[in-house]
């Protein structure tokens, strides 16, 4: 029988376990917060400007409610402006909290035509499953109030300069990636994740490490992803040689005639990090973007 001073310690321990990581600073004025993954939260980003704030991903409503009380106690300045990377739910279902705290949401304008495609459908299945998103009584995503298709879309101040990118199709149509040129800092959205942590069916599996090379070339310092720990450019060249390794292997099955459910695969040793325990879904994902010749986004697909 365990004596009550250890019982004491592990109780602690889970205790502490169950506290939310505190927000890091990666730079003067930047924190980067890890979200909780149990809960299907998004990492954040928050980038202190002369005046103001800007946050990079509304996340879910939950985890909003939480995030604009934190920001807070981090600095008494405003927050102006909340970008969306994309339009998933984990990135863009607590826009409607943080406009309602004052900020303007933002996003490259292709988001648009990506909440126009899939919702309301994705909302109402998040409805069914999660509280949060029930508590908002919406009947949809509140759509970005302003919007970018020139890249860059720049702020700066005396301060700080904050680039906005798009750089192409890759884990959705419309991501958007943040660029602190003076940091050399690079926040990715789900553009780059760390772990095995992808979703490919909104993908272009083709193009995705296209946009990854651009991301190389600015050559930043500090890589923010959207999911998993903060790092440097690692983060980028190892989801790009996941995603070619992935596609290298399936197509080899396709063309030697193997329907999906005769294909397997056995990615190389570095690729761990980024293999998830069933890769059923990317390998399924890959074939249909080779075999139907033309992305895997613009395949009509359920979310999975």
């Not at 005046?51 to 409503?61: E, R, W």
Request: overall charge neutral.
């Amino acid at each position: 029988m365990r004596s009550a001073a250890a019982f004491c310690v592990l109780l602690g321990a889970l205790a502490l376990q169950a506290q939310p990581a505190a927000p890091h600073l990666i730079a003067p004025g930047v924190w980067f917060l890890l979200g909780d993954g149990l809960k299907g939260y998004s990492n954040t980003t928050v980038i202190e400007m002369q005046d103001y704030l800007i946050v990079v991903d509304a996340n879910y409503p939950a985890r909003a409610r939480e995030l604009i009380a934190i920001v807070k106690q981090l600095s008494p300045k405003p927050v102006r402006y909340v970008f969306d990377t994309h339009a998933h739910g984990d990135h863009s279902y607590g826009n409607s909290l943080w406009t309602a705290a004052g900020a303007t949401t933002l996003a490259y304008a292709g988001i648009l035509a990506e909440m126009d495609r899939y919702e309301p459908a994705r909302w109402q299945a998040a409805e069914a499953k999660r509280e949060d998103v029930r508590s908002l009584h919406q009947n949809n995503v509140e759509r970005p109030l302003k919007t970018f298709t020139k890249s860059p879309y720049v702020l700066e101040d005396a301060t700080r300069k904050v680039e906005f990118l798009y750089l192409g199709w890759g884990h959705t149509q419309a991501d958007g990636y943040v660029w602190l040129p003076r940091e050399r800092l690079l926040c990715t959205g789900d553009g780059a994740v760390n772990g095995p942590r992808n979703k490919l069916w909104d993908a272009n599996l083709t193009n995705w490490p296209r946009v990854l090379a651009k991301a190389m070339r600015l050559q930043p310092r500090f890589v923010l992803p959207g999911h998993g720990e903060a790092g440097g450019v690692e983060i980028l060249n190892g989801q790009r040689r996941f995603l070619l390794d992935l596609y290298g292997a399936v197509n080899a099955q396709v063309q030697a005639g193997k329907p999906l459910g005769e294909i397997t695969v056995h990615l190389p040793a570095r690729d761990r990090s980024w293999v998830p325990k069933d890769l059923a879904w990317d390998i399924e994902a890959t074939y249909m973007e080779i075999t139907d010749h033309q992305p895997a986004g613009a395949i009509p697909h359920a979310w999975k």
